[in-house]
């Protein structure tokens, strides 16, 4: 083994630098048409914060299909309960929560967030076991089953709470903007933003720097191989699976709390979303999947700021010129 | 068996259903002449044509699209907006369908263009974003599709309720414009139903089957995958849009949540794996087992959701209330897929064990 060291480095991989330039390219070119240097800033904090949160819901998406070429519709469902979830821990801690302290506050948030990632976790070995565990293989089947999952966990959510609007308003201590010169930036986005970019790190540093990173990168490759090497690769599809839900449960509460209302729908609403970005980065690929989501929120906050109307449709025009561009996204993972 | 393209039930039971079921939508208005029944029988006409187009993409061709209800709703809003801007008359329905048709198809022909190369899993994701956004872009436009309200419009005289056409006296039943317009539709559906059974069962239709089995070997035989591909989604998309026509000629109503909710597309995906996919006939037993369960079941579960509530039972009264009905149809969705891949008409013209 230690001879193959000797023999010399391995040639390094070509990085692809290109998309990566991209939002930075796009955010500047905002820059002349928004006009005002100010309001330019406001919707770039306005644009990461958005993207880091729905990059916190479409990671798990794309890691799964990468590892499993798993494509799970029902993805959506685990945003949506997780933000219900939270609702079971911050409305009748809404005292502790409206508290003008910092520290009360984190007694709310950080339990609800934690409750909404276990339960999605558990929902999301349910799912694994009984939706897609006997769909292995089979494109279509997983789609329908998936979507079927989507139905069932959507109209629970309506029997068991209601199909009303649950308020939940953001904790007393995270309201408000902290001012830059005439820069405002609200600070419950630059909290978005901070987990995000957390998130974001410990996903590389998972993938990258361990041994299960190495597995679930290998098994991104060639799922075989690992296979014969004698790992279970089942289990470690397992363990993305569950985690992935839970970021997407975690995304939910966070997105619930960004709208400061809670509904059902969040799920389809999201699951859309999701999908741009996943395409848009290349099914599988962690990295183009942070910034399909940088792009698709720059994309929603500048366009609907210069032509409103044209933000209906922005994300598909969107999705349309990079598929035009590399038609397997930004980042296409091999043999894929 | 030309007129069914030499594709009969194949089954006895199978051959006996489907005319039981048409025989009853064709005497819908005898046996059966209130509002009610009618809306139920005209909802299985459109819906089977619906299905159908559909099981020609996900049954023939393995392809997942959820765009369908989009064309449904080009069809739709063609209808309505030409009638309610020209007036009742028979130019506009024409103009409406010169306009939609030729309009679903386009749009297919783009989509299917620009997603159909690569894998079919990408197709399903790409159709549900621009459906999702051409919902959005219809209940936004409202100076053209009246928004969230939609479209109420008249239809031209002839179709018109209050036009009778042969007196009660003469039959003991009157025969008026509505009458017509539930025969109209009838005939166009089963035509429709009898064209696609004609394009599934043409060597077109056989290529479509081979990429569904093997794409790549399909490829290798020297069949353009893309083209045919593309072609089927062009296909079931016209038809779709018929189907848009049709449904609103009836209601004389569009709005978003009669033809672009994609509730509507959940109940074709239940419609086609229940009655079975790739055999069209499916449709047609899907949308009726379907349509008739949707509207005589849910009473029911209202009652059963009222008597629980009595009883004092915790949850159940939430979980049996009618508007919960996808919840218990998402359950069924997934039993079918997984214990019953072929549906009704798959379990019916599966050989007897040993016969």
Known sequence: ?336 | MMILSGDPPRSRLLAVLLIVIIALLLATPWLFPGAKAMNVAVKICVFAVLVASYDLLLGYTGTVSFAHTMFYGIGSYAIAIALYAMGPSWAAIGTGVVVGLPLAMLLALAIGLFSLRVAAIFFAMITLAVASAFQVLASQMSWLTGGEDGRTFRLPELLRPGTVLIEKSAFGFEINGRTLTYYLVFAVSMLLILALLRVVNSPFGRVLQAIRENRFRAEALGYRTVFHLTYANCIAATVAACAGVLNALWLRYVGPDTSLAFSIMLDILLMVVIGGMGTIYGAIIGAGIFIIAQNYLQTLMGTASTAAADAGLPLLPGLLHPDRWLLWLGLLFIASVYFFPTGVVGRLRRPKAGG
């Open chain 1, 1 to 336: 083994m230690t001879d193959t060291a000797a023999a010399g480095p391995l040639p390094k991989p070509k990085r692809d630098f290109l998309p990566v330039l991209l939002p930075a390219a796009f955010a500047l070119l905002m820059l002349p048409l928004v006009g005002s240097a100010s309001s330019w800033a406001t919707l770039l904090a306005a644009s990461l914060a958005m993207g880091m949160m729905i990059f916190i819901m479409a990671s798990g998406l794309t890691l799964v299909f990468g590892l499993m070429d798993v494509l799970n519709f029902g993805h959506g469902a685990f945003i949506a309960v997780g933000a219900y979830v939270a609702t079971l821990v911050f409305l009748p801690l809404a005292g502790l929560s409206q508290a003008d302290s910092l520290a009360s506050n984190l007694a709310v948030l950080v339990p609800a967030a934690v409750l909404s990632m276990g339960v999605t976790a558990m929902l999301g070995l349910l799912v694994e076991r009984v939706l897609i565990l006997p769909v292995y293989g089979q494109h279509l089947k997983q789609i329908l089953m998936t979507t079927g999952g989507l139905i069932v966990a959507e109209q629970t959510l309506y029997a068991l709470w209601g199909p009303q609007i649950i308020p939940m308003p953001l904790p007393a201590s995270l309201r408000g903007s902290f001012i830059f010169g005439d820069v405002a930036i609200a600070k419950y986005r630059l909290l978005a933003m901070l987990v995000g970019l957390v998130v974001f790190i410990s996903i590389q540093l998972v993938l990258n720097r361990t041994k299960i990173g190495l597995l679930i990168r290998a098994g991104v490759e060639n799922r075989e191989m690992v296979e014969a090497l004698g790992y279970r690769i089942r289990r470690l599809f397992l363990g993305v699976f569950m985690v992935g839900a839970a970021l997407a449960g975690l995304g939910g509460v966070m997105w619930g709390l960004y709208r400061e209302q809670v509904h059902a729908s969040i799920g389809d609403e999201l699951t859309v979303l999701v999908f741009i970005v996943v395409i848009i980065g290349g099914l599988g690929s962690v990295g183009g999947c942070f910034i399909g989501a940088l792009l698709v929120a720059m994309v929603a906050n500048y366009g609907g700021f210069l032509v409103p109307k044209l933000a209906l449709v922005s994300n598909i025009l969107l999705m349309v010129a990079i598929l035009m561009w590399r038609p397997r996204g930004l980042y296409a993972v091999t043999s894929r």
